[in-house]
């Protein structure tokens, strides 16, 4: 599903983020833990997706001055729930699509489980 995500957007604009090359037994599981404390369906997992792709910042087409070549990646979605979660809440923000920073976590500053 990420692949084809990848591609899809590709097919419109340049894509920074990477596509990834396997679902190793640390992703499988990782994947499995977020579906289970996320509560993730299908739908879920297409709008999480959805909202990276959408965003300037976590998408990588705008990116920050302090992490000028991040994007977020499906590792960094699959680490943990907190994650997951706050690309959820971003996309619902009212600034999402401007890239808006202000008041916003980084990727330093990761829920670890």
Known sequence: MWNRAVDNMAAVEEVKIPKIRGLTSERSKKCAARIQDCL??????????NAVHADDWLSGRKPSAQYPNWCATFDYLVKNAGNIMRVLERARAPDSATGNREGRSSPGDEVTR
């Open 40 to 49: 993730l369906t299908e739908d879920a997992w297409k709008n999480v997706i």
